[in-house]
């Protein structure tokens, strides 16, 4: 691993393995050149990678495939929610608990039993130990909160350090102020401040746009999810369908379906199949569930018909063998 900046390793269409861990099931990955020359600039910049994308499209698993790479943990994970408060990202302080404390005249005059470290925090505690070992934060869907919650980390963010007011204006920051690598989703639900972009890296993470790159784009990436068996005409019905269902849903202007769609089909069609043997025999029965069952997938919008088109005879609707 080059030691100067370890994504200059990597290689584009390389397979990484994601094994399971208490947070995220086992998976696949597929790394793509931008999201590797992303990731190389992130890390030389010392700056935030922010990954832009409609939701599904396999934002959040680059952590996972980047602490991976870097030999680290399971990255740690922050979801933004509509309530979430930018300070809970550094620490917050346990008012309850100091004020029990202070009811029986055991009060921690310092207040280091309160102040509770936040993801940012624990992640640089994470790394002070060696500088070499770089540990990742996910902070998912930052989009769910409202400007306050971006616009209040841009000097964290800048000058890679913050003060805990309650611990004496103390400064937190890593050796040589090199940052752990943060990872910061949206699903472009709310516009994030310019500011805020600003001292991002971005990686928009967009799938193709037209219908034979989209399809093989869908194939590929369900490819690295070696764990499920599935038969090569079921994984491109299976793509076809998203594509149908993605065109559908998007000229009626609701959200559209995508990777997340599709590899939600193969799981389910390899959980339903696993136990045949025969390959021909599992074929046919993958098709005839993906035919059965794959609009309570795709379809998510109530005006939407989630009836199927009548199946042919080398497409059973009825998968008998299960």
Request: hydrophobic share 40%; with cysteine.
């Amino acid at each position: 691993m080059n030691a100067a900046n370890p994504f200059i390793d990597l290689k584009a269409e390389k397979t990484e393995i994601l094994t399971q861990c208490n947070r995220f099931p086992t998976a696949g990955h597929y790394w793509s050149q931008p999201e590797i020359d992303a990731l190389i600039f992130a890390f030389a910049a010392r700056r935030p990678l922010l990954v832009r994308g409609e939701a599904g499209s396999g934002k959040s698993q680059i952590a996972r495939a980047a602490a991976k790479h870097l030999k680290a943990d399971c990255p740690l994970v922050e979801v933004i929610h509509p309530r979430f408060e930018a300070l809970d990202l550094l620490y917050r302080v346990d008012v309850v608990e100091r004020l029990a404390d202070a009811q029986i005249q055991k009060l921690d005059e310092t207040n280091k039993r309160y102040v509770k470290r936040g993801r940012i925090w624990q992640a640089l505690d994470n790394m002070r130990g060696d500088q070499h070992h770089i540990p990742v934060l996910l902070i998912d869907e930052i989009d769910k909160a409202d400007a306050d919650l971006p616009n209040a980390l841009l000097d964290v963010l800048g000058n890679r350090s913050f003060d805990v007011p309650p611990l004496n204006n103390c400064t937190i920051c890593a050796p040589d102020h090199r940052w752990p690598l943060i990872i910061i989703t949206t699903n472009e639900e709310r516009e994030l401040p310019p500011a805020f972009i600003r001292r991002c890296a971005v990686l928009n993470l967009n799938p193709p746009k037209d219908d034979k790159p989209f399809i093989e784009w869908l194939i590929q990436r369900g490819r690295v999810h070696q764990h499920l068996a599935i038969e090569d005409s079921a994984r491109q019905a299976a793509a076809e369908q998203v594509l149908d269902d993605r065109k559908t849903a998007q000229s009626a202007g609701y959200p559209k379906v995508g990777l997340a769609e599709y590899i939600d089909l193969l799981a389910a069609l390899h959980e339903l199949t696993q136990a045949i043997k025969d390959e021909e025999e599992r074929k046919q029965s993958q098709l005839g569930w993906l035919q059965q069952l794959s609009a309570y997938a795709l379809v998510k919008h109530a005006e939407q018909d989630q009836a199927r088109l009548p199946v042919t005879p080398s497409n059973p609707s009825s998968p008998e063998a299960d």
